[in-house]
């Protein structure tokens, strides 16, 4: 059965305090993203990375870094957290390659700032 | 880069009426569109998808038609029930699978199944 762990559920942090976000796949996928998504806005691509220690910026990486430095592991990292990043952050890995695999997202990180 | 519309944001349909939600998107080369369902507090899971050399696919009480002149696509849920109750997302890719540029997603529609 497919795996996508992201270990905190639920944080609350303080503004400009580092967060880290840990994301874990147990499939051996060479893809692996961060979405945000918030009401009425749907998915938004942070940063993806399509290899170790490679790393793409989505849509909207400002304020936002990422770190791939195995395979099965991408982190988000908020340098200095601030109340616009509450939200929920959704990782997500797939298969490289073209042949029409499927996107598999984890349970999702409630993060509020306050 | 790609650009993802969808409507409505909210649906109300009656039990066992259908279902429409419709997205259109902007790149020309987009290929891929899946349809993800995403229930309250939970993860957004693939329902259907369709590729561009395809005008429609059906899956039981779902469909997804795919305009590739006009650049829209659609799903449609027949019979509905009170689990079909969730947001769904459209998505569009030139990538199947999303490849290593991932997918640009639909602001969600809250589909509501009234009893």
């Known amino acids: 059965d497919v795996k996508v762990t992201q270990s905190s559920r639920y944080l609350v942090k303080r503004t400009g305090e580092k967060v880290f976000l840990e994301c874990v796949q147990d499939?051996?996928?060479?893809?692996m993203f961060w979405y945000r998504q918030d009401p009425g806005l749907g998915l938004r691509l942070i940063y993806f990375?399509?290899?170790?220690?490679?790393?793409e910026k989505g849509d909207i990486p400002e304020g936002y870094s990422v770190s791939r430095e195995k395979k099965e592991r991408f982190s988000l990292i908020l340098e200095s957290a601030s109340t616009n990043q509450t939200s929920m952050y959704l990782c997500?890995?797939?298969?490289?390659?073209?042949?029409?695999?499927?996107?598999?997202f984890g349970e999702g990180s409630w993060l509020t700032v306050v | 880069g790609e650009n993802v519309e969808q409507h409505p944001s909210t649906l109300s349909v009656q039990e066992g009426d259908s279902a429409v939600i419709k997205c259109t998107y902007s790149?020309?080369?987009?290929?891929?569109f899946p349809w993800y369902k995403q229930e309250l507090g939970k993860r957004p899971q693939l329902i259907i998808d369709?590729?561009?050399?395809?005008g429609e696919k059906k899956d039981q009480r779902i469909a997804v038609t795919l305009n590739k002149t006009a650049k829209h696509f659609s799903l449609h849920i027949t019979e509905t029930q009170p689990e079909d109750s969730a947001v769904y997302f459209c998505?569009?890719?030139?990538?199947?699978?999303?490849?290593?540029?991932?997918?640009?997603f639909g602001k969600g529609t809250h589909l509501i199944i009234q009893p």
């Open positions: 998505a569009a890719s030139i990538r199947p699978g999303g490849g290593a540029d991932g997918l640009t």
């Open positions: 990375s399509y290899d170790v220690k490679m790393k």
């Open positions: 997500a890995s797939t298969m490289g390659g073209f042949s029409g695999n499927t996107i598999y």
């Open positions: 369709i590729r561009s050399n395809v």
């Open positions: 499939m051996d996928h060479e893809n």
């Open positions: 790149d020309s080369a987009s290929n891929y």
